[in-house]
């Protein structure tokens, strides 16, 4: 079952735009969200992450936003640099579980 | 460097053998959790072990079986080896396996011949 879903497979920008990439989840349990980026050949990293006591969380040029009653989340990167180009995968927990959930990647693309 | 070390890096086999992957976790953190990448496909969660338990178990084959050890060191071991068993397979680590962010390794490239 795909509790983590991101629709999109890939998403192409332009250098200095903005990337807004998107995630649903369907477990209403789900009480700590994530964001990793994964370049080719390395494991994935973690970039930034939200509780669901908030809406917003920001760290430089990646905020992420959290709508727990549409259940959606979404990254945006502002502005989107050439080494951005990643895959970047949605992941959701419960703080008392520990079975992390990931979504299916979306392969962002920035062009210079 | 994630701290999250996994051998071997590459492994080619043979269907229906039996390969062992092994994963030392960052420093001090109890919980591991191994995942599986098919093809450009997402994160499959496979199974989790914190401080030498199993803690939580996702879409793992029978075939597929792991432990975590004294050390904190874990092993996925992957027996009868299926084509469709070839994927990256991805060792993370996290302080108190409490939800938060997990550190993986560079993962390990499993060909299946």
């Known amino acids: 079952d795909q509790q983590v879903k991101q629709n999109s497979p890939s998403l192409s920008v332009q250098e200095g735009r903005i990337s807004i990439l998107n995630c649903d989840y369907t477990?209403?349990?789900?009480?700590?969200f994530l964001w990793y980026k994964k370049y080719p050949a390395e494991g994935p990293t973690f970039l930034i992450s939200?509780?669901?006591?908030?809406d917003k969380n920001e760290d430089g040029r990646f905020t992420v936003f959290l709508n727990k009653s549409a259940k959606h989340l979404s990254l945006h990167i502002v502005p989107s640099q050439p080494g951005d180009s990643a895959v970047y995968f949605c992941?959701?927990?419960?703080?008392?579980?520990?079975?992390?959930?990931f979504g299916a990647g979306t392969r962002l693309t920035v062009k210079p | 460097d994630s701290g999250v070390t996994q051998t071997p890096k590459h492994l080619i086999t043979a269907t229906g053998q039996r390969v062992t992957l092994r994963c030392s976790p960052r420093?001090?953190?109890?919980?591991v959790y191994w995942y599986q990448q098919s093809l450009d496909q997402g994160l499959q969660f496979l199974i989790q072990y914190y401080n030498g338990e199993e803690r939580a178990k996702g879409n793992i084959l029978e075939r597929f079986s792991a432990q975590q050890f004294p050390d904190l060191h874990s092993e996925l071991n992957l027996s009868s080896l299926e084509l469709g068993d070839s994927a990256l397979y991805f060792c993370?680590?996290?302080?108190?396996?409490?939800?938060?962010?997990?550190?993986f390794g560079q993962g390990t490239r499993l060909t299946v011949v």
């Open positions: 477990n209403s349990m789900f009480d700590y």
């Open positions: 993370a680590s996290s302080p108190r396996g409490e939800g938060t962010e997990a550190f």
């Open positions: 939200i509780s669901s006591i908030k």
């Open positions: 420093s001090g953190d109890l919980s």
């Open positions: 992941a959701a927990s419960e703080l008392n579980n520990n079975d992390m959930r």
